[in-house]
T-cell receptor
Framework: KNEVEQSPQNLTAQEGEFITINCSYS?????LHWLQQHPGGGIVSLFM???GKKKHGRLIATINIQEKHSSLHITASHPRDSAVYIC??????????FGTGTRLTIIP | KAGVTQTPRYLIKTRGQQVTLSCSPI?????VSWYQQTPGQGLQFLFEYFSETQRNKGNFPGRFSGRQFSNSRSEMNVSTLELGDSALYLC??????????????FGPGTRLTVT
């Protein structure tokens, strides 16, 4: 069965802390996506990766294909990073299967 | 380039009615996917359209249907609305030149409330 699991469900941290959100999936994938959703519902695609590592500003995404695991890191976290972060996977086609999301709160 | 647009943004309907939601993709994008987001089930894939054809389908009843027009704009329809259909409906478009591996761009969503 194609499944995506995320941890933690909720994460509260102080401004400036290094944040890690984890994602694991059940079987081989063609791509792994990290999405950000702010209150109000809009979703922004942060990364799409199938191997290695990608970096955009303070955000870094890594994926380990052998271990079926991906991480999203935020360096020097800021209150504006507060959002729900969602991991999603393509299991061989264009249909996305989503994790349950991680609600991140950064306290000033 | 303009982003993905969805109309309407908010909608209130009564149980038993039907509803049609619209999605206009980013210019040049031929793939449009629809998703349902509820507090209980999270985000779930509804269906994907490419070049006016349904290419992938999620596990939703036949009351949920969609179509795509020649200009890539897409509509989804829900007939005989149930209270459980209350959700945020999101569409996403993707550039698809026939190969995989292109990220999706999401619209702002339509929040449907069924009373």
């Amino acid at each position: 069965k194609n499944e995506v699991e995320q941890s933690p469900q909720n994460l509260t941290a102080q401004e400036g802390e290094f944040i890690t959100i984890n994602c694991s999936y059940s079987v081989g994938i063609s791509a792994l996506h990290w999405l950000q959703q702010h209150p109000g519902g809009g979703i922004v695609s942060l990364f799409m990766l199938s191997s290695g590592k990608k970096k955009h500003g303070r955000l870094i995404a890594t994926i380990n294909i052998q271990e079926k695991h991906s991480s999203l890191h935020i360096t020097a976290s800021h209150p504006r990073d507060s959002a729900v972060y969602i991991c999603a996977a393509n299991f061989g086609n264009e249909k996305l299967t989503f994790g349950t999301g991680t609600r991140l709160t950064i306290i000033p | 380039k303009a982003g993905v647009t969805q109309t309407p943004r908010y909608l209130i309907k009564t149980r038993g009615q039907q509803v049609t939601l619209s999605c206009s993709p980013i210019s040049g994008h031929r793939s449009v996917s629809w998703y349902q987001q509820t507090p209980g089930q999270g985000l779930q894939f509804l269906f994907e359209y490419f070049s006016e054809t349904q290419r992938n389908k999620g596990n939703f009843p036949g009351r949920f249907s969609g179509r795509q027009f020649s200009n890539s704009r897409s509509e989804m329809n829900v007939s005989t609305l149930e209270l459980g259909d209350s959700a945020l409906y999101l569409c996403a478009s993707r550039y698809d030149p026939g190969t995989r591996g292109y990220e999706q761009y999401f619209g702002p969503g339509t929040r449907l409330t069924v009373t």
